[in-house]
């Protein structure tokens, strides 16, 4: 079943459950994937910890409540597959089967983003206003950070669309 990103986002859900459905339990026992999964586990830990450190999560939270709107813009779901919503399964995050704020981002939730598998953009993207109130030693550990998640990622996202010979399609 190819999930193509030009699905629309429900689709892409729907069809993320299905492979869920199919693949979990081979998926968890199969060469590297468990090990990768508990590595990106840690890794999106790690992440997250040096953001609320660094306070990027409150100052993020702070520009889509207060100040109009964040980087979570309506439409930023359109960058995920089925692939990368499957790895969420596989992480235990729960889907949305709905939007919480229409003028979002379909995965921002009230207490953030409710996924744990990121697109790279929003996993490593840092606006004029963090990058002027980060110093150079915090962006260069974050960035630091934010790789490994984001490299662990890609090799479990390659070796479980080389498991299940699934490719994307735009």
């Known amino acids: 079943m190819d999930v193509p990103r030009s699905w629309p986002i429900e689709e892409k859900i729907e ?15 199969v060469g590297r994937i468990p090990a990768l999964l508990e590595r990106l586990e840690q890794n999106v830990h790690a992440s997250m910890q040096a953001m609320r450190a660094l306070r990027v999560v409150q100052t993020c939270k702070r520009c889509e409540e207060l100040e109009g ?22 992480m235990g995050v729960s889907l949305p089967d709905r939007h919480t704020y229409t003028d979002s981002c379909y995965f921002l939730q009230a207490d953030g983003c409710c996924l744990k598998a990121r ?11 963090l990058k002027s109130t ?17 490299d662990t990622g890609f090799a479990l996202y390659e070796a479980i669309k080389s498991h299940v010979g699934l490719g994307t399609s735009e």
């Open 15 to 29: 069809a993320a459950h299905a492979l869920f459905a199919l693949w979990e339990g081979r998926l968890r026992k």
């Open 69 to 90: 709107g964040s980087c979570c813009g309506a439409g930023i779901e359109n960058r995920y597959d089925g692939l990368q919503l499957l790895i969420n399964l596989l």
């Open 119 to 129: 697109h790279v953009l929003c996993v490593n993207y840092l606006c004029t206003k």
């Open 134 to 150: 980060l110093s150079q030693d915090d962006m260069v550990a974050l960035q630091t950070i934010v790789g490994e998640e984001l």
